[in-house]
């Protein structure tokens, strides 16, 4: 949004308190024992550890319908709302966002997917929300159609990036440093780009695709700089 329109645009915190409602409950209810199966999350006990599965399912249903509650209310014009709702419903619950992403994850455990289907999974799972949350943002500020697809694109290439990285993260990182558990992917014999690729030209992967992610900003001058100083970040954590 600051990029767009040269300053934080008035109340735009309300869209980043929905997107962050999503986030948790994707992670709520992607620890329950039917999926992850996690018992950590940020260095502490998950949803369900502490409250019982039960209210864990049901706080990340209620966080999902409150998410779009917030989005109805946001102070923009109506046909930016509606076009956020839409990009934000599109990266969550379809077959190329979020869910899609996962169940095709479950589906490929203890199977060797190709490079091609290891992507789709990374980018529906992972990329798709980071990039409705880049759009939703242009959105809000006004963006033009040219402007969002750069949006897209950055979006769609640093969260690629992300999850790379995470994957590299989990079999090289304690649970301590990751707060979270450690070797979950191994151990569930799931696809990964280590697994794949090894470590090494995994890295290479990610510096690859943040190196795009950042090449389509460029027209945008200095003001790109914070989002393409979040994507070397992203690529350079270690947790």
Request: with cysteine.
């Amino acid at each position: 949004g600051r990029m767009m329109a040269g300053s934080l645009p008035d109340r735009i915190d309300e869209l980043g308190a929905a997107l962050e409602m999503l986030h948790t409950y994707s992670l709520i209810h992607d620890d329950l024992p039917a999926l992850d199966n996690d018992d950590l999350r940020r260095g502490r006990p998950t949803c369900h550890k502490v409250f019982g599965e039960a209210i864990a399912i049901l706080a990340g249903d209620a966080l999902q319908t409150q998410a779009y509650e917030v989005l109805a209310r946001l102070h923009c014009l109506a046909e930016r709302r509606v076009k956020i709702i839409e990009e934000i419903a599109h990266a969550t619950g379809t077959l190329d966002g979020m869910i899609g992403g996962q169940v095709v994850d479950l589906q490929a455990e203890r199977t060797k997917p190709d490079a091609a289907m290891l992507e789709y999974i990374h980018r529906a799972k992972t990329a798709a929300l980071i990039t409705a949350s880049l759009v939703s943002g242009g959105l809000y500020a006004g963006a033009n159609d040219e402007a969002v697809a750069k949006l897209r694109s950055f979006g769609q290439n640093v969260g690629l990036a992300f999850q790379i990285v995470d994957d590299i993260l989990d079999v090289t990182q304690t649970s301590e440093q990751l707060g979270k558990t450690a070797g979950k992917d191994t151990a569930a014999e799931k696809a990964t780009y280590p697994a794949l690729f090894g470590i090494e030209e995994s890295l290479k992967k990610a510096d690859a695709q943040a190196d795009t992610a950042c090449a389509a900003l460029d027209s945008f001058g200095s003001r790109a700089d914070p989002l393409k100083s979040l994507a070397r970040f992203l690529v350079e954590r270690k947790n």
